[in-house]
């Protein structure tokens, strides 16, 4: 009896090698199809559009969508295993269309929206809503890949350059600078200076939402409210930080003159872009939690004690 009682525990696990075998083996040929497919685009990608100064953003988000993936690929594979077949056939295609469109017409914005679809749809397929729900976020952070449209960017650029201009000027002359303003052409002392498409902050803008969105999801406060001001407050911080970057940049121009305000301190203005924007996350992240965050810890403790 004990031998064939051994017998009958030890043939389930025999059982279950093949599956994992051939699920392993499925898992490993999509990640081969999803390298050949997409190593090109953001190989090109690195090559042209990642060159710029107002895309160079591009690389850094394809590596951390990677490392969302990698942080969540435990969760992905052990979640059940409930195939909508249907869906993730229909998603997978729209991708796959994205994709041939995109890269037949030269169209960035299809091209480089394509994975997100592609990827539901081979999870939806592969393993159901549950897997989706793990990955929501990594596949949520792939539009921060995604270059900003040309037409986007001429609508936008114009009334940016603009606020700018007027924030700058009525900043700098409550300072008692002798400052003036005409147009997006800013007059200080004997200086002119051209508030140019770069500085619109709109590229900026768009990497420091990203940048924001991540320090969220990372946080995970456990207050809606607390999330919901994060979450309205990125584009007003990103464009504040822009504001003091242009702002430093007049200054520096005023006492340093022209060559040093295009030369070298005008890429060390784009680093303290980003350290503004970083500090204004964190401030704001610090006075919520601590204002909210007690409301958050006490419907945490609520909805895992029931009887409370």
Same mark, same amino acid.
């Given at each position: ?114 994975? $997100?679809? @592609? %990827?539901?749809? =081979?999870? *939806? /397929? &592969? ?7 793990? #990955? ?104 504040? $930080?822009? @504001? %003091?970057?242009? =702002?430093? *940049? /007049? &200054? ?7 060559? #040093? ?48």
């Amino acid at each position: 009896m004990n031998g064939s009682e051994g017998v009958r525990v030890n043939a389930p696990s025999a059982q279950m090698r093949p599956g994992a075998a051939s699920a392993k083996a499925a898992w490993a040929f999509v990640l081969l199809g999803l390298v050949a497919m997409y190593l090109p685009t953001y190989w090109e990608a690195a090559g042209s559009t990642w060159q710029s100064e107002d895309d160079a953003h591009g690389a850094l988000m394809v590596l951390i969508v990677l490392w969302l993936f990698w942080r969540e690929h435990t969760r992905i594979l052990e979640s059940p295993t409930v195939p909508q077949h249907f869906l993730g056939g229909a998603v997978f295609a729209l991708g796959v269309l994205f994709y041939v469109y995109g890269r037949a017409l030269e169209s960035r914005t299809f091209e480089f929206l394509s994975p $997100a679809l @592609v %990827v539901t749809g =081979i999870l *939806l /397929v &592969l393993k159901g809503r549950n897997a989706l729900a793990a #990955a929501w976020f990594a596949i949520f952070y792939i539009l921060f890949t995604i270059p900003l449209p040309p037409v986007l960017v001429d609508t936008l650029t114009g009334p940016l350059k603009q606020w700018i201009s007027e924030f700058v000027e009525v900043v700098l002359y409550a300072a008692g600078y002798p400052i003036a303003r005409n147009g997006v052409t800013i007059t200080i002392g004997q200086y002119q200076l051209l508030v140019a498409d770069a500085c619109s902050g709109l590229h900026s803008m768009f990497s420091l939402s990203a940048i924001g969105t991540l320090f969220m999801y990372l946080m995970k406060r456990a207050s809606r409210l607390h999330n919901v001001l994060m979450l309205l407050a990125i584009l007003p911080i990103a464009f504040a $930080a822009n @504001v %003091v970057r242009v =702002i430093v *940049l /007049v &200054l520096i121009t005023y006492y340093l003159g022209d060559e #040093a305000g295009q030369g070298f301190l005008h890429g060390a203005a784009g680093i303290l872009l980003m350290l503004v924007a970083l500090a204004g996350f964190l401030v704001l992240d610090h006075v919520l939690a601590a204002r909210l965050g007690g409301r958050g810890r006490d419907r945490a403790a609520a909805a895992a004690d029931p009887a409370r």
